[in-house]
Nanobody, 115 residues
Framework: QVHLVESGGGLVQPGGSLRLSCAAS????????MGWYRQAPGKQRELVAT???????NYADFVKGRFTISRDNAKNTVYLQMNSLKPEDTAVYYC?????????WGQGTQVTVSS
């Protein structure tokens, strides 16, 4: 069982920045992929960014150049630095961790971009 704790969401004005964190604990053998997804009201959950063991990253087109995903393997933690935030970035952001034998989702953290 993998337990994920997310933090860092909140209310920010357009153009502002936030940094999300997701710390994994529990029965972790090998973390293969860590990533962030988001879900806005009335919409399906969508990929934001992923990072594979090592440093290979993948971003959705709508965040390229604005968001940066990174991970601290020693702490089993993944981060999402979000800059130049737009109102359309408003959503619940979920952390995903894929380990050998399964995957786990975080509880979600609300990000609201509004003036």
């Amino acid at each position: 069982q993998v337990h994920l704790v997310e933090s860092g969401g909140g209310l920010v004005q357009p153009g502002g920045s936030l940094r999300l964190s997701c710390a994994a604990s529990g029965s972790i053998s090998t973390i293969n992929v860590m990533g962030w997804y988001r879900q806005a009201p009335g919409k399906q959950r969508e990929l934001v960014a992923t990072i594979i063991s090592g440093s290979r990253t993948n971003y959705a087109d709508f965040v390229k150049g604005r968001f940066t995903i990174s991970r601290d393997n020693a702490k089993n933690t993944v981060y999402l630095q979000m800059n130049s935030l737009k109102p359309e970035d408003t959503a619940v952001y979920y952390c995903l961790v894929v380990i050998t034998g399964g995957s786990s989702w975080g509880q979600g953290t609300q990000v609201t971009v509004s003036s």
